[in-house]
């Protein structure tokens, strides 16, 4: 346990950091909670993108995690508004018992 | 040495990771959030990526976390009842198998090989010289000048439809 850390390590923190997040969509119910799920999986990419960045030499990994956060901001924000505006038409942010557009 | 920076950030990340999904008030989860927002931010730190680190910290500990505390308290959604008890049960279980298995395959087909690819002209020494945040300027300023300015378009779409959306 000496030296440097390989790239394999962070991947491996990055793909459990996905799973995670993936389980967290499939097992909560509170569409805030889906949501903060969400914001793990792509923090574990962002992971990736640096980690790769540094360990070949090139920018634009975080040039690319740059662009990810300000799209992750205006997501939240959006998806936000929209719990909000289900909140007020149906009293709840359940994501079983929104469904609005079933026939 | 790093692994003595490495080993508990990670540890820390996994950790407030998965107390998100497993807590059941969600002012909890937001804050466990912070927390991994917190822990990579320091990875971020250890891979040299400083300008990235600091931005972690503004961005998503500061102003998406900000924003969730405030949606969750006006909104008083409160505690759930517990979490997996109430999900169709068999495709809940065949889901966890399925994600658990490709995390093994990712850890496996991660762990054997040495990944290569095109090396940039970016060592760290380079970097050190010029300055992480500085480098990164001058490349979304060059470089990446459209997707830089789509991102404001974005930006802006975003704040118009949040107001109507939330305005009624």
Known sequence: MTGTVPLNAYLIVSAALFAIGVIGVLIRRNALIIFMAIELMLNAVNLTFVAFSRFLDSMDGQIIVFFVMAVAAAEVVLGLAIIIALYRNKESVNVDELNLLRG | ?168
């Open chain 2, 1 to 168: 040495m790093e692994w003595l920076v490495f080993a508990p950030l990670a540890a820390v990340a996994l950790a407030t990771a998965v107390l998100v999904i497993v807590l059941r008030n969600p002012i909890y989860c937001a804050l466990s959030l912070v927390g991994t927002f917190f822990a990579l931010s320091g990875l971020y730190l250890l891979l040299q990526a400083q300008f990235i680190a600091v931005v972690q910290v503004i961005i998503y500990a500061g102003a998406i976390m900000v924003l969730f505390l405030f949606v969750i308290m006006l909104l008083d959604v409160g505690h759930e009842p517990p979490a997996w008890l109430q999900r169709d049960r068999p495709k809940l279980v065949l889901g966890i198998v399925l994600i658990s298995l490709l995390l093994l395959e990712l850890v496996v087909a991660i762990g054997s090989r040495v990944s290569q690819g095109i090396r940039g002209p970016y060592t760290s020494e380079l970097v050190n010289a010029i300055g992480n945040t500085q480098l990164v300027g001058r490349l979304l300023f060059t470089d990446f000048l459209i997707p830089f300015e789509i991102t404001s378009i974005i930006l802006l779409i975003a704040i118009v439809g949040a107001m109507v959306l939330a305005k009624r």
